[in-house]
Each structure stands twice: as structure tokens, then as C-alpha cells.
């Protein structure tokens, strides 16, 4: 689908919830440029910069990166690609990141995936991972084609730090506490729309089906 105005949306969700792997079939199906706050994170990481080295201990406990950092580098991503359409995985992850987002951009439309939490756990540990595209991997739900290698780069694959199973446990204690008030702010404006389910290709052509509707909306808003 052609996009004829400038369309932001966020994508949230629990850890594991399919975030990265729904974020690639929206970019793929709907041309929006996919901004992942973990992948730029794991990117500062593997590039051991400053800013990655500070922050690696505490990603792999599970804790949050302080917010004015995370708004900072994300909001400075936004700046360089402000005439594109864009869609936010993993951020805001609080209510204080939501407000300075707010303060910036309106964000047309916000893909909520309600993900049980015991269908989390399994999932994360076994996804591999290719660290410079960010794509995802899992053992038993999509493998690579050849076992340990991106399908893509044919570069190798590796388990994120953060998916031992403590870290999630506290990952998902931190989504509970700190993100879900972010759910709330989003219904208050209206954007919010919510995805339950057990599994992505289940989920998936529901989401599809919602952004043509709203896309063909905005678009004739604009013709
Ligand atoms: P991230 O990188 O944002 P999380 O914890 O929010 O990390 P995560 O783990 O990346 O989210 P996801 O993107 O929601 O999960 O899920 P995914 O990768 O697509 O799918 C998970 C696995 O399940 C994959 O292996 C996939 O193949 C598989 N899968 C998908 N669907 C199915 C299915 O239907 N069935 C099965 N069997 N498998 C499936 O953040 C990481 C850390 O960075 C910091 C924090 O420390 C955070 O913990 N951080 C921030 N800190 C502060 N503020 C922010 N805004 C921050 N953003 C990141
Ligand atoms: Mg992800």
C-alpha cells in the first residue's frame, strides 16, 4: 500500500510478546521504517561505545535504561528520517518517555499484543537472533533455513544475553509495573488498539487487516 501522508505508530507488548517479528511483516507489507530501541541498544553494545558499555550490566539483568537516555536516542532516530513513516518497537516503554514522544510527534495509532506470559517464557528461550538487522529466529516456530545462520547475510546467529530465564522473569515484572500505565495513556488519547493471542500468524492477519482500514482511511482523508 502507497502511503500519501506521514503515518507513526508504536507497536508494544510484554518481552517476547512478537513485537520484532510483527514489526517485520508491517515494514515488509506496509513500508513504514521499523525503529527497534533493543536493536539500537544491542547496536551500541556490539560496537562496545560508551554508551553501551555503561548500560550493558543492566540490560542483562532486565532493568530499564533511564528514560531521558532512551527518549534521547530515539527521539535523535526520529529527527533523521522525520519525512518517513515510522513504526516504534520497544518504545515508549514508560509513561515519562510517552510524554516527551508526545511532546515531538502525535502518533497515529498504537498495536497493543496481549501475549499470556507462560507462552513468553518458552518462546525466549529459544530465539537466536541476527544482531545487526535485528531479524529473530526461533528453534521450533521459524528457524533459519541452515541451523545458526541469518537467511539473509548467512551471518551467525546468537542468543541475546538478556533471554536466560531470571532475566525474563524480571523483564516481565518490569513490563507489569512500568509499561503497562503506558497502555492506559494510549486509551486516554484513543490510539490504543489491543491483540490477544497465543501465536504471531494467528495475530498477524488481524493487524493487517486493521492498518489497511486505517491506512485507506488516513489516505482518503488526504485525496
Ligand atoms: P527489547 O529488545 O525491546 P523486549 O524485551 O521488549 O526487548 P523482545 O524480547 O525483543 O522484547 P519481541 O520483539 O516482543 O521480544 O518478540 P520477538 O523477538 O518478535 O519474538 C520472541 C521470540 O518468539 C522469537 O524467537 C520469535 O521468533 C518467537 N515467536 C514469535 N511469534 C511466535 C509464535 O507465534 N510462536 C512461537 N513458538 N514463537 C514465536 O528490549 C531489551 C532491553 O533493552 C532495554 C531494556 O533493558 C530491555 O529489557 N530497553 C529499554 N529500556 C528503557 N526504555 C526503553 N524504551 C527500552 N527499550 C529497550
Ligand atoms: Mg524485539
Known amino acids: 500500500m502507497v502511503l500519501q501522508r506521514i503515518f507513526r505508530a508504536v507497536i508494544i507488548g510484554p518481552p517476547g510478546s512478537g513485537k520484532g517479528t510483527v514489526s517485520g511483516r508491517i ?6 521504517k521499523h525503529i527497534s530501541s533493543g536493536d539500537i541498544l544491542r547496536a551500541n553494545i556490539n560496537a562496545k561505545t560508551e554508551l553501551g558499555l555503561l548500560l550493558k550490566s543492566s540490560i542483562d539483568r532486565g532493568q530499564l535504561v533511564p528514560d531521558h537516555v532512551m527518549s534521547r536516542l530515539i527521539l ?33 495509532t498504537v498495536i497493543n499484543l496481549n501475549v499470556p506470559f507462560h507462552t513468553i517464557k518458552e518462546r525466549l528461550t529459544s530465539r537466536w537472533t541476527h544482531l545487526p538487522s535485528g531479524r529473530v529466529y526461533n528453534i521450533d516456530f521459524n528457524p533459519p533455513k541452515v541451523p ?76
Open 27 to 32: 515494514s515488509k507489507s506496509f513500508g513504514l
Open 76 to 108: 535523535t532516530d526520529l529527527r533523521a528520517i522525520e519525512q518517513s513513516s515510522w513504526l516504534l518497537d520497544g518504545f515508549p516503554r514508560t509513561v515519562t518517555q510517552a510524554d516527551s514522544l508526545d511532546q515531538v510527534y502525535s502518533v497515529d
Open 148 to 223: 545458526g545462520r541469518d537467511d539473509v547475510t548467512g551471518e551467525p546467529l546468537v542468543q541475546r544475553d538478556d533471554d536466560t530465564p531470571d532475566t525474563v522473569t524480571r523483564r516481565l515484572k518490569a513490563y507489569e509495573t512500568q509499561t503497562e500505565p503506558v497502555l492506559e495513556y494510549y486509551r486516554s488519547k484513543g490510539v490504543l488498539e489491543t491483540f490477544s493471542g497465543t501465536e504471531t500468524n494467528k495475530i498477524w492477519p488481524h493487524v493487517e487487516t486493521f492498518l489497511h482500514k486505517k491506512l485507506s482511511v488516513l489516505n482518503h482523508s488526504v485525496a
